[in-house]
């Protein structure tokens, strides 16, 4: 008797969590959104335009705070 698959959900540091599909996930208010891609990039950062899947929002590059950037020219002057 042949086991029944078992889907892989694969945690990524600091990136989406990626899903075996298809799949259909069950958001916060029950709306249900289905995907059929053969693996799913679940948004795990909240940044996403297409929530609850990562549009890769997670990458982008957040400014520094000031004082680093007061550090950085010091650095250049001296
Ligand atoms: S994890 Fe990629 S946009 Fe959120």
Do not use: I, W, Y
């Not at 008797?1 to 078992?6: A, G, I, L, N, Y």
């Not at 945690?11 to 916060?28: A, F, H, I, N």
């Amino acid at each position: 008797m042949p086991q029944p698959s078992v889907p892989r959900v694969t945690l990524t540091d600091g990136g989406p969590m990626l899903v075996e599909g298809p799949v259909e996930l069950e958001l916060p208010d029950g709306e249900r959104v289905r995907s059929e891609r053969p693996v799913v990039a679940v948004c795990t950062c909240r940044r996403s335009k297409r929530f609850p899947f990562c549009d890769t929002s997670h990458r982008k590059k957040v400014r520094q705070a000031r004082n680093d950037d007061e550090s950085a020219s010091q650095d250049r002057t001296r």
